[in-house]
């Protein structure tokens, strides 16, 4: 190993930085644009290091002995993926994440304030969701290892999300299972909050609904959602065709049976 790739990788590895850029080589070790690219093409083909993407790279952890390839957590690719904007893990990922789901996610969802294109890097997909600065709430650190973490939707948040974009969270029915599998754990006010503080009807709806119908809030409790009620009605679940009883209380109609939110309980 030359000087300069020694010095890339010593100063990754005290960064903690497994998954890195041809900006952060450039940065390391001064070289210019080629230059940092030829380096790191030369420690690719060493296998020590791993290429993810155009201008972007795994390190191949020393421990893996005779291996050349590697590639690191999806959690901490899709931190770079959305770098330098603030981002948080997501809707069927955050839900994944906090134990919250019985089946298995195999699309790694990101909410994040700039536009950031699907991909897929090293063989995970990435399903990126556009948020304002002023939606970035609700969030906490996910420790990747003892060292490493990433950011991912509290478990109110969580909900909030699925209650928005079901489709990237199962469908309505995933979003229940959750809130019910969770319920001693969330905080009903602030469910109630963050549904307040993003301020879209469908959501309103539908929390308000699902916490009244799994009995994890009273009236009294729910009145700030109710009031933000307008006259128009939703579907509970936009993946399904609208059919199903009207229910005026909440404004929605009831795409998704009751006794199959009761299902939940028991699934």
């Known amino acids: 190993m030359g000087p300069r790739a020694a010095q890339l990788i010593t100063e990754l590895n005290e960064l903690r930085r497994s998954t890195f850029t041809l900006a952060d080589v450039g940065s390391i070790t001064g070289l210019s644009d080629s230059s940092a690219r030829n380096l790191v093409h030369k420690a ?3 296998g020590l290091v791993t290429r993810l993407k155009p201008g972007l790279y795994n390190l191949v952890p020393f421990e893996l002995g005779r291996a050349t390839e590697h590639v690191d957590s999806p959690y901490l690719i899709a931190r770079e993926l959305a770098h330098p904007a603030p981002y948080f893990l997501s809707h069927g990922t955050a839900l994944e994440l906090h134990r919250m789901v019985t089946q298995p996610n195999f699309t790694v969802y990101v909410s994040c304030t700039r536009r950031v294109r699907p991909q897929v890097v ?3 997909n990435f399903r990126f969701v556009h948020i304002t600065a002023e939606q970035e709430f609700g969030t906490m650190k996910h420790w990747v290892d003892k060292e490493r973490f990433v950011m991912i939707s ?3 948040r969580t909900i909030i999300d699925g209650l928005r974009n079901p489709a990237f969270a199962g469908g ?3 979003v229940a299972k959750g809130l019910w599998m969770k319920r001693t754990e ?3 006010d602030r469910l109630i909050a963050y549904a307040t503080s993003l301020g879209i ?3 309103v709806r539908r929390l308000g609904y699902l916490m009244e119908h799994y009995g994890l809030a009273d009236t009294a409790a729910l009145e700030p959602l109710h009031g933000m009620l307008t006259a128009t009605y939703q579907r509970l679940d936009p ?3 609208a059919e199903g009883a009207f229910f005026s209380r909440w404004r929605l109609q009831l795409n ?3 006794n199959e939110l009761d299902a939940v309980k028991i699934g």
């Open 154 to 156: 509290d478990m109110e």
């Open 239 to 241: 993946l399904l065709p």
């Open 256 to 258: 998704v049976a009751p």
């Open 172 to 174: 309505i029915t995933e």
């Open 186 to 188: 969330l905080k009903a």
């Open 201 to 203: 009807g469908a959501v």
């Open 122 to 124: 090293g063989g995970y």
């Open 44 to 46: 690719q083909q060493r």
